[in-house]
């Protein structure tokens, strides 16, 4: 269980970096906040 959460964790780490990258630094502020 604590396997799958950590997969978990990783692949959205994952898509939050890469949207670090792929948008503008605003539009990731805003997408940060609204996740977390």
């Known amino acids: 269980m ?3 959460l950590l997969g978990v964790t990783i ?3 994952v898509a939050v970096v890469s949207s670090l990258f792929a ?7 805003q997408a940060i906040r609204a996740i977390t």
Not at 23 to 29: G, S
């Open 23 to 29: 948008l503008d630094a605003e539009t990731t502020e």
């Open 2 to 4: 604590k396997k799958l």
């Open 11 to 13: 692949v959205t780490a």
